[in-house]
Structures are given as structure tokens and as C-alpha cells.
């Protein structure tokens, strides 16, 4: 499931520990960053959604990803989402898991006016007594397969701009296709929000979506956020939201680092 970004330290003055990388996190919102985990750090970011519609009620409990780095520009990703619908109208209930395997390739660095680009491929497998839905379900989460190009520029010091591009489909030959465009602003270096746009393409249409939320970095490898959104769907639109963590385990760097040791202190 994509769950987006956020990316705090993104300092141009801040002189940074050459040892230590900034924390990066794709989510809560629906774009991710071109940005990759290194290689020797584990990174887990997982969180809770509930979505409220008119007939059907969603919950993912949790969402998860674990991403660690293959090199420099690129990292390896697996996860897991478990989703439980409830459809009021015609009361049917189904428990689904979400198991996907995916990966990161950052292809072009941002310089100037040039965004940062990645690509993204990803596969899942359903388990569970609905496993038959996201068949046909119109949602992006529940994909067989996908490829997503990842875009981010620097708009000034603490406010960025990123916007996906990408390709959903089934093995039942239903295709969707993602717009985003995500706006985040830095407030401090420990707290921040964003506003996003996005839309899923379904039959010509385009049904627009928004959402926002804060995040907050806890310490340096620790990061807590809170979303709410209003989705519009083919099907239905639902109003949702959820709260997430996002943590790194470091290799080689597991000493306890402040703020100020890694020289972000504003």
C-alpha cells in the first residue's frame, strides 16, 4: 500500500554528521519520495486507517513496510496491510491481508529546477476470506501490481513539493492510474504538516481526493504523524484517517544522538 512522505531535515545550512542520515518517511500521505533508505539501516513505518463511507466501512490494521537499503540509490521494500471492509449495504464482511514485495530505483538527483526521480515496482498477493475483492474494489492499495514514478523538488529551505505518477492493475485487467501532488512544510525541525491532492483515474473519470496531517520527529530515528482525508472513489467516497510511527535502526550507529550532535537545532 503506497502511504506516502515526509522528509524532515532538509536543511541546506545544517551541517549534518557524515555517519548519520536524515530520517525519511513515506508517510502518511499517498506520494512517496524519490528518497531511498542506505544500505545497513532498517527502517519500519507502520500505522492504522479507518475509512467511513455511505456503505462501507474500511479498516487497515496496520499498514506496514519494512525498507532497507541495496545501495545508495536504491532499497528493497516488504509489506504488510491488513484490511478489514465491512459493507453495510449488502453486509458483507471480509478480512484480507495484503502481503507485497517492492522496490526503490532513484535515477535522477534533484539540482535546481530538476526534481529528484525514482521508480517504483511492486507486486502483492491477497490472503484471507476476501482475498477475491481487490479484484474489483476501486482503490490503489489494493493493486496486484503497480509502477509509480516518484518526483520531489525544493521549493525554499524547509517547504517541498512531490508528485507520483503511476499504474495500477489486477490480474482481473482492471487498470487505474494515480495523479498526486503533495505540498509539505517544515514548521520547526521537529514538526511539520502537509496538504495533498490525488486522484485515481477510474473510466475516464477523475474523482478528486485531499487529505493533510502533521508529523512529528520524536528524536532524530523517531517520528509519530496523524492524517484525515476525504476520498472519492468510483464506488464510494469515504472520509478517513489514521496515526502512524516511523523508526530506523542504524548498523554500525546505534549510539543515542541529540539533535544538536547531528547539527539540526533550530
Excluded at 38 to 51: M, V
Excluded at 59 to 74: A, D, E, Q
Excluded at 157 to 176: C, K, P, T
Excluded at 230 to 250: N, Q, S, T
Aim: charged share 20%.
Amino acid at each position: 500500500m503506497l502511504m506516502a512522505c515526509w522528509q524532515f531535515g532538509h536543511h541546506a545550512n545544517a551541517q549534518h554528521s557524515p555517519s548519520f542520515e536524515n530520517l525519511s518517511i513515506d508517510r502518511p500521505d499517498v506520494s512517496n519520495l524519490p528518497t531511498t533508505v542506505r544500505p545497513g539501516h532498517y527502517q519500519f513505518e507502520i500505522g492504522s486507517e479507518w475509512g467511513n463511507g455511505v456503505q462501507t466501512n474500511e479498516f487497515y490494521v496496520p499498514n506496514m513496510v519494512f525498507r532497507t537499503g541495496i545501495n545508495t540509490k536504491s532499497e528493497l521494500r516488504i509489506g504488510i496491510n491488513r484490511l478489514y471492509l465491512d459493507s453495510i449495504g449488502s453486509g458483507m464482511s471480509d478480512d484480507v491481508i495484503f502481503a507485497s514485495i517492492s522496490g526503490k530505483y532513484r535515477f535522477v538527483e534533484e539540482d535546481g529546477l530538476r526534481p529528484a526521480i525514482a521508480i517504483q515496482p511492486e507486486f502483492s498477493l491477497p490472503f484471507g476470506d476476501g482475498a477475491y475483492i481487490h479484484h474489483g474494489h476501486p482503490n490503489y492499495s489494493l493493486a496486484d501490481y503497480s509502477i509509480i514514478l516518484l518526483f520531489n523538488n525544493t521549493l525554499r529551505e524547509q517547504i517541498f513539493l512531490n508528485y507520483n505518477a503511476g499504474m495500477f492493475w489486477s490480474r482481473s485487467d482492471r487498470i487505474d492510474w494515480l495523479l498526486s501532488a503533495s505540498a509539505s512544510f517544515l514548521h520547526t525541525h521537529r514538526f511539520g504538516y502537509f496538504l495533498e491532492l490525488f486522484t485515481l483515474v477510474e473510466n475516464d473519470q477523475f474523482p478528486l481526493s485531499v487529505d493533510g496531517g502533521l508529523m512529528f520527529l520524536v528524536t532524530p530515528r523517531l517520528q509519530f504523524d496523524a492524517y484525515f482525508g476525504y476520498r472519492a472513489l468510483e464506488e464510494e467516497a469515504a472520509w478517513y484517517g489514521g496515526v502512524g510511527v516511523g523508526f530506523r535502526l542504524d548498523r554500525g550507529d546505534m549510539v543515542r544522538k541529540t539533535f544538536r550532535e547531528i547539527g539540526i537545532h533550530h
